[in-house]
């Protein structure tokens, strides 16, 4: 099991900026990718980003690849989201996950850990 816990949401104007992060902790985090998510009202939760658990490897949603870059550090346990060029629609409830495997998934089938998430909202 992994405990995660994510911060840095708010409101920003479209075309800004913002990074997400997700501490986490747990005995298989090592073994664990870790992806975001996002819900947006009257929407199902979608995968948005994820990175192996070496870091090596990522993986990402087509309306986020070039704008959202995910990345962790291992030696202290956190997960970053960087997006940049948000959208209006990029509004949502994003939340960080650990999956019950090493390699990158975007379903959320694939994650048995979750955080209680946090809101990004992208308005002027």
């Known amino acids: 099991q992994v405990q995660l816990v994510e911060s840095g949401g708010g409101l920003v104007q479209p075309g800004g900026s913002l990074t997400l992060s997700c501490a986490a902790s747990g005995p298989t985090l090592h073994y664990s990718a870790i992806a975001w998510f996002r819900q947006a009202p009257g929407k199902e939760r979608e995968g948005v980003a994820c990175?192996?658990?070496?870091?090596?490897?990522?993986k990402y949603e087509d309306s986020v690849k070039g704008r959202f870059t995910i990345s962790r550090d291992n030696t202290r346990n956190m997960v970053y989201l960087q997006m940049n060029s948000l959208k209006p629609e990029d509004t949502a409830v994003y939340y960080c996950?650990?999956?019950?495997?090493?390699?990158?998934?975007?379903?959320?089938?694939?994650?048995?850990?979750w955080g209680q998430g946090i809101q990004v909202t992208v308005s002027s």
């Open positions: 990175v192996s658990a070496s870091g090596s490897f990522t």
């Open positions: 996950a650990a999956s019950y495997y090493s390699d990158t998934f975007l379903e959320a089938r694939d994650f048995g850990s």
